[in-house]
């Protein structure tokens, strides 16, 4: 088997987000400026995927609480892991599969997702009317979502995900972490989950419109 390093190519650099490699440097280093390190070392955090501002924000509150221990270049390794669309018994199994790797104090878990893609190209306009503004109703069903990860149970999480049909891309890694923490608090671990900052990609007004959501969390085991 080769050991050749295969890249994949930046189809999208110049179009939502530059193509200088020292233009986004120094976005980044903006942003980690910017971001407060209120509780760290995480255990596992949550952050958007790279590219918008918004995201790229939201991004750096979740990397701020990253032990500074573990991000020297070329003193750790990474391990992809692809989570395709599980079922409830799948979230489980993987998450007990995964749950002493959780529990070991030097891996850290980065759960790359959005929250709520909305409008017509994505195929989801729910509108809750009592919120006001179509964003204020994006934002109540992202935060009702957000406050049922913070309560760490994955049951919870997927009725929300069957009640709503939120289009949290990340939302069956999520399912797998939460059941990965529900399986290590039966042994007594003590964690936290707590999200950091919450950003859209626009403000929509009309049916027209869309935009995605991002927001960033980490989780803390005492």
């Known amino acids: 088997m080769s050991n050749r390093v295969v890249c994949r190519e930046a189809n999208h650099a110049g179009t939502w987000y530059s193509a200088s490699g020292s233009q986004l440097n120094a976005q980044l280093e ?5 971001a407060q390190s209120t509780i760290k070392p995480a255990r596992a955090i949550i952050a958007p995927h790279a590219g918008y501002t ?3 924000s939201c991004a750096a509150h979740a990397y701020k609480q990253v032990d500074p221990s573990i991000t020297h270049k070329d003193e750790f390794s990474i391990v992809p892991v692809l989570v395709g669309a599980l079922s409830e018994s799948k979230e489980q199994e993987y998450g007990k599969l995964l749950s002493k790797y959780l529990a070991d104090p030097s891996n850290l878990f980065i759960i790359s997702s959005d929250f709520c893609h909305w409008g017509q190209r994505f195929r989801y306009t729910y509108y809750d009317e009592s919120q006001g503004e179509i964003y204020r109703s994006i934002e109540h ?4 979502g957000m406050g049922i990860i913070e309560q760490l149970d994955p049951m919870s999480f997927t009725n929300y995900l069957k009640k709503y049909r939120n289009t949290i891309c990340g939302r069956h890694p999520i399912g797998v972490l939460l059941n990965a923490v529900a ?3 039966k042994s007594g ?13 626009s403000e929509c007004r009309n049916w027209h419109d869309s935009s995605v959501s991002y927001a960033a969390g980490a989780l803390v085991v005492h």
Request: proline share 0%; aromatic share 18%.
């Open 30 to 34: 903006g942003w980690l400026s910017q």
């Open 54 to 56: 918004y995201c790229g």
């Open 141 to 144: 069903l992202d935060k009702m």
């Open 183 to 185: 399986e290590l608090r």
């Open 189 to 201: 671990l003590e964690m936290n989950f707590s999200f950091l900052n919450y950003a859209q990609s």
